[in-house]
């Protein structure tokens, strides 16, 4: 069992940025990031490969949004970049036992708690 504790949600202003941080209690291969706003379902964001060579985004957050991982520190982050309005969400940390990039809720094993983006426009 892997746990998941998000960190570093906030409210920032448009064009504004923030870094998410999700520590795992243990050694984990693919990770990813949702979104749920309210009223919405689930949204893949980004995820990354165990090695952190494999990366993918969603079209919406391309070029404003960055993944990586720290294998020693069995953490993963996600630099946002030039926030939205829209952007505002609860984002969620997932870890698949998967090796490389997976986009669905069903092919992630782990979920942490969750953390609040609130961006004003």
């Known amino acids: 069992q892997v746990q998941l504790v998000e960190s570093g949600g906030g409210l920032v202003q448009a064009g504004g940025s923030l870094r998410l941080s999700c520590a795992a209690s243990?050694?984990?291969?693919?990770m990813g990031w949702f979104r749920q706003a309210p009223g919405k379902e689930r949204e893949f964001v980004a995820g990354i490969s165990w090695s952190g060579q494999g990366t993918y985004y969603t079209d919406s957050v391309k070029g404003r949004f960055t993944i990586s991982r720290d294998n020693a520190k069995y953490t993963v982050y996600l630099q946002m970049n030039s926030l939205k309005a829209e952007d505002t969400a609860v984002y969620y940390c997932a870890a698949s036992k998967r090796r490389v990039v997976v986009t669905t809720p069903p092919e992630y094993d782990y979920w942490g708690q969750g953390t609040q983006v609130t961006v004003s426009s």
């Open positions: 243990g050694r984990t291969f693919a």
